[in-house]
């Protein structure tokens, strides 16, 4: 038993105790019991299968992952314990919610639970043993494949679970593009078949292999790098212009919730991740962006213009930007946590302001504004999701456009030089006043561009709308798409903001998954989905000093 | 006329007098080495000419011009640069970055190259490791950006503040050599010290600072040879 020698378990209890914690609350909060029907996979697994074997798995990935070089065999029987560990206290589990009633205190143990745990039948206890000791095996062995194989396989795994998930969604999408039958085919009862998901996770998995070999992309005629990019934009200019016809209006409706959530991101994305400038109170704008659309156009009796969504747009914008430059001029002095408080304090202010009997005969207090209309084209009002999107797809180029183009000017340098560090970059001869109220104004201008949208979008606005946590889901947002990036501004945006929506059906869960997915991401990636070359450097300059070194 | 004139400041934190009076000056093409203990004032009387301090008395005068109405951003238009203390060096950006940073109110495009050039020639070590993260350079080379960085705005007067921290010996060496090659290509320096032995044996004249207040000041070599220099700052008993 040589390779057995210095075998290191030192790691595997809390592994264990880990795993088993999470298997143990998944099924003890309800997680499993509400997902039991939920087929992912017609007839093949359902979603309480993944959430209670998928930590083990998991775990025992990680355990095997640990294993030394050469000893790559030593992760099997460190996945095959901890399977073995947590089949044992799921075994213990089951039994225990068998003979006595601890329904009282956990009241989402019950029968069903235990069925669904059991593999709905009797003596299910060692088959539910052996799918975790099974599930363990899977995820160690998926660290002794080779990294190419594995990334393939855990994309095309990732994909075909998305889709599972999704499917709902999809069903309807291809009923509606190609017809019932084909649509039945592929996706049963909320559930992928059997055989159009098998078709799927080879097709993703055999793309993502070959991309990591690089074998894509040499098929086809060569490009030159330039030819590539302007394929490329076409490309995604057309998708983008067709995106309503292939999405349905449901689905446009969430596009154009990410793309307000975008273009909010991109602004607070100048601030926060360009200039470094902690802001709370980022909702304050896109409030005053939509009150100013509202009032402006409003055909009820708090209209005070009933001038058109077109004429008015650049002017909220612009209401909006001068309400960012006033509130950087007391916090010019500022940094860090008391930056971020003062404007925490302003992003309330401007909400009570709007629920306040003082304003109320402009604002409308809590009943907020009626009646705006829709932007207007030509004869046509533009009352669908799918015309709207349209709308909103401009206000997110022009957005995107000037973003990059700041990014790259000089502005952009003196808000990095800024952020790193104040005093040199004064030294250096650069402006701080006008670079920190200059990151306000800019990041406030696009607010209030996505609030005076949202306003027409809604066509009624109310205080209870402009909340803190619209502040947070934005700063979270950019954050957990990398700060400082553009791209992994949208990604934040669809994640944050896409998927809780899509994911509608796993009701007050999807709350936790959210959270479970920031914990995770900032521990193990904290630079972001798609970081910003500067913020990689600076979160990993310690890996490359190691490398170097 | 001397190039800088700083006269009787007085500058405060809030309560604290931490200069009681400084008056000092520097004159065309001189080194002068501003020396003392841990907090004597010494950064203080830097920042304080520079502009991110306001004195609260006295005057900073460049060239007879009072420099109270100039924020501290628009002195490097002046021809004043600081290396700071501590380096400062953008930890992000790569050692280019930094020293394109550096040319920040330059326009012209041609010149900055020429200088990017200069300084890669004056610091090989840089040159090596332009495309190096700065925050992963050695504490010598850091302090070596920080120089590069600051004479790419071209500057008639360079403010160093303790160049010589936390770097061993042998750098400390290689350093002083440069700010006296910088000098000697005709930049003027005010160079702030506690290893009062390196300062002195570089600059022309020197001003010894404590407890916020002047108590000495002389040519370099005199001072050297003070007693209360030696047993204050050059542990000679
Ligand atoms: N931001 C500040 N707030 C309050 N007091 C300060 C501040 N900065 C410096 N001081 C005080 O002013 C005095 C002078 O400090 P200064 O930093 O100028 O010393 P120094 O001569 O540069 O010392 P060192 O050689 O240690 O850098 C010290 O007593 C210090 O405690
Ligand atoms: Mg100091």
Redesign the interface.
């Known amino acids: 038993m040589s390779f057995l020698k210095n075998l290191d378990l030192r790691k595997l209890p809390m592994q264990l105790l880990v795993a088993s914690i999470i298997t143990l609350s998944v099924s003890a909060i309800g997680m499993v019991e509400l997902f039991g029907g939920r087929f992912v996979i017609t007839g093949l697994f359902t979603m309480a299968q993944i959430l209670f074997l998928g930590p083990t798995a998991f775990f025992a990935y990680r355990a095997a992952q640990e294993a030394p070089a050469g000893k790559k065999w030593q992760g099997m029987i460190k996945a095959l314990l901890l399977g073995v560990g947590v089949g044992l206290v799921m075994v213990v589990f089951v039994w225990l919610a068998q003979n006595l009633d601890v329904r009282s205190i956990f009241i989402n143990i019950s029968p069903r639970l235990i069925n669904i745990l059991t593999f709905e039948h009797a003596g299910g206890a060692t088959t539910l043993f052996i799918a975790l000791v099974l599930s363990a095996l899977a995820g160690g062995a998926l660290a002794l494949v080779p990294d190419k194989l594995r990334n393939a396989l855990l994309v095309g795994a990732g994909v075909t679970l998305l889709v599972g998930l999704l499917s709902e969604i999809l069903a309807e999408r291809l009923r509606s593009l190609f017809g019932s039958q084909l649509s039945s085919a592929i996706i049963a009862s909320k559930a992928l078949q059997v055989v159009p998901a098998a078709v799927l996770f080879l097709l993703v998995a055999g793309i993502s292999y070959m991309r990591q070999s690089g074998r894509i992309g040499k098929v086809g005629p060569t490009l030159k790098p330039s030819q590539t990019k302007i394929v490329r934009t076409a490309l995604i200019s057309l998708l983008l212009l067709v995106l309503p016809m292939l999405l349905g209006s449901y689905l446009t409706e969430v596009t154009n919730n990410i793309g307000l959530f975008f273009l909010m991101g991109l602004g607070l994305n100048i601030v926060v991740g360009l200039a470094g400038l902690l802001d709370l109170g980022y909702v304050a704008f896109f409030a005053i962006g939509a009150y100013t659309m509202a009032a402006l156009t409003s055909t009820g009796h708090l209209g005070l213009a009933g001038i058109s969504f077109w004429v008015a747009l650049p002017i909220c914008v612009a209401v909006a930007a001068m309400a960012g430059f006033i509130l950087g001029m007391p916090v010019l002095r500022m940094r860090g946590d008391y930056l971020a408080i003062v404007t925490l304090g302003f992003g309330e202010i401007i909400r009570i302001l709007a629920l306040s009997d003082l304003m109320k005969p402009y604002i409308g207090g809590a009943q907020g504004i009626l009646n705006i209309p829709k932007p207007m084209v030509g004869e046509l009002a533009l009352i669908r999701p799918e015309q709207m999107y349209y709308v909103i797809l401009i206000g997110v180029a022009i957005a995107m456009f000037m973003s990059t183009r700041v990014r790259d000017s000089q502005i952009g340098r003196r808000w990095m030089a800024m952020r790193e560090d104040e005093d040199v970059a004064e030294a250096m001869g650069i402006n701080l006043v006008n670079t920190k109220l200059l990151a306000f104004t800019i990041g406030a201008g696009f607010s209030g561009l996505a609030g005076a949208i949202f306003a027409s979008k809604l066509g009624s606005i109310f205080p209870h709308s402009f909340n803190l946590l619209i502040s947070i889901n934005v700063l979270s947002l950019i954050i957990v798409g990398g700060l400082g990036s553009i791209p992994g501004t949208l990604v934040g945006a669809i994640i944050l903001v896409g998927l809780p929506e899509l994911l509608r059906e796993f009701a007050e869960f999807r709350w936790l998954a959210y959270g479970v997915l920031l914990v995770t991401m900032m521990l193990n990636r904290p630079e972001g989905f798609i970081p910003s070359e500067v913020i990689k450097r600076e979160l990993h300059a310690g890996d490359e000093a190691e490398q170097a070194g | 006329m001397a190039m800088l004139e700083v006269n009787n400041i007085h500058t405060y934190y809030d309560k604290i007098h931490a200069l009681k009076g400084v008056s000092l000056h520097v004159d065309q093409g001189e080194i002068v080495t501003l020396i003392g203990g841990n907090g004597a004032g010494k950064t203080t009387t830097l920042r304080t000419i520079?502009g991110?301090l306001k004195p609260r008395e006295g005057s900073v005068k460049l060239n007879g011009e009072d420099l109270a109405k100039y924020?501290?951003?628009?002195?490097?238009?002046k021809g004043v640069?600081?290396v700071?203390e501590g380096r400062?060096?953008?930890?992000?950006?790569t050692v280019e970055e930094n020293i394109e940073?550096?040319a920040?109110?330059d326009n012209d495009k041609a010149r900055i190259e020429r200088n990017k050039e200069s300084a890669f020639t004056r610091f090989p070590r840089l040159k090596e490791r332009r495309k190096?993260?700065a925050?992963?350079l050695s504490g010598g080379e850091q302090q070596m950006l920080a120089i590069a960085?600051?004479l790419m705005?071209q500057p008639k007067l360079l403010l160093l503040d303790e160049p010589s921290m936390g770097l061993a010996p042998i750098l400390v060496d290689g350093i002083f050599d440069t700010i006296k090659e910088i000098n000697q290509d005709g930049t003027t320096v005010l160079l702030v010290e506690q290893n009062a032995s390196m300062a002195l044996a570089i600059a022309h004249r020197g001003y010894v600072l404590q407890t916020g207040e002047i108590v000495l000041s002389d040519k370099a070599d005199k001072l050297a040879k003070n007693e209360t220099v030696q047993k204050a700052y050059l542990g000679i008993d």
Do not use: W
């Open positions: 520079s991110l924020p501290a951003h628009e002195l490097v238009y640069s600081m700071p400062g060096v953008f930890a992000k950006l940073m550096g920040y109110i190096q993260v925050g992963t960085r600051a705005a």
